[in-house]
């Protein structure tokens, strides 16, 4: 049987990307849990998909992408926003969670 995780852990797995370009600058690491602000949710992932959105933003193209997500590296490593889970957390403004 498989030991239980603590109620609230620190740290968590991430597929990441610290500059722009191919599927080959993708890591998985282990980085720090987020903490949910104000109007937030925190999501712990179960699946996962890749769209043309994500596509764009791993390869920084077209380059006026790069105005807002960062010109030289990205603002942000963790990439998706196609997901379903478990809701873990909300924030105490939140008014929805779907």
Do not use: C
């Not at 370009?21 to 987020?34: F, I, M, T």
């Amino acid at each position: 049987m498989a030991a239980k995780a603590p109620a609230y852990q620190t740290r968590m797995k991430a597929i990441v990307r610290e500059r722009y370009g191919s599927p080959d600058v993708l890591e998985l690491k282990d980085v720090a849990r987020p903490v949910v602000d104000d109007d937030g949710v925190l999501v712990r992932v179960r699946a996962a998909s890749i769209n043309a959105y994500d596509w764009h933003m791993m390869r920084g193209l077209p380059f006026l992408v790069r105005l807002s997500e960062g010109l030289r590296k990205p603002k942000r490593t963790a990439m998706g926003v196609d997901v379903a889970g478990q809701v873990e957390a909300v924030g105490k403004n939140a008014i929805s969670t779907r």
